[in-house]
């Protein structure tokens, strides 16, 4: 395992400038964001010209690109841009893409369906696809999303434990999502409040560390926050990466 962070600590920057602040943080490898919304990389502008694409996601300050978190807005061209984005991970040896899952609400099928034509593009790449715990999606639910990878041979889960604290599940056990892990996403977060400084929340990373050693998971460890209210941002981040790196 080892540590990396993600350009979403930095919504409000550019690519180039967040994965400054990384460098600066001390960060080695770097998880990053691929929206439509924000100033970061857009899907669309990695399906209308790859090779800038992909000249972008070399230029990272001497960070190793590790995963891409990639968010394409529902339309005609849904899975022409994530392939692009798959053939983007191919040609930067990024091995980890994560999804979010479909909204509460959604046909369970519909979904099934969906990230079956995720895996099956994805795959052509070499490319995993890690799909995220998250309030008020379908995987707000471990059981739920357990089930999402028992229906869709090939998908894993981006573990995002905060979700699983903060949201209905309400710290309740969650060990089952455990060997189906491709990546993750961390900050402290209590049952009440969904972001706190690092040490004032529950979640015990020496636990999750060894939970996950224990299914062989070998892969980042991603920080995963954004700005705070009345919080040193940066003091945040360089203390969950010194914290986790004691931990390895």
Known sequence: MFVTASTECFPDLP?????QRLVDLEF??????????????????????????IAVCRDTHRLTPVAYAVDIAPGESYYQQFAACCRLAKATKVVTIVVPGAELGTPFNA?????????????????????????????QDPDTAVVLCSNVKGLGITLDPS??????????????????VYHTHLRDTRKDKFQ?????????????????????????????????????????????????????
């Open 163 to 180: 979700h699983f604290i903060c949201g209905p599940h309400k710290g309740n056990n969650y060990d089952q999502v455990f060997k189906h």
């Open 196 to 248: 706190v400084r690092v040490g004032q929340g529950e979640i015990e990373y020496g636990r999750l560390i060894t939970q996950l050693a224990m299914v062989h998971y070998n892969r980042a460890l991603s920080v995963h926050i954004p700005p705070m209210p009345d919080a040193d941002h940066v003091g945040e981040l360089r203390k969950l990466r010194l914290l986790l790196e004691s931990l390895l």
């Open 111 to 139: 979904e099934i369906e969906r990230l079956q034509e995720l895996v099956r593009i994805a795959s052509g790449d070499g490319v995993l696809v890690g799909v995220k715990t998250q309030v008020g999606r379908i995987t």
């Open 15 to 19: 690519l180039h400038d967040a994965l």
């Open 28 to 53: 080695t490898s770097v998880e990053i964001a691929i929206s439509e919304s924000g100033p970061g990389l857009k899907p669309s502008d990695v399906l209308a010209d790859p090779e800038k694409a």
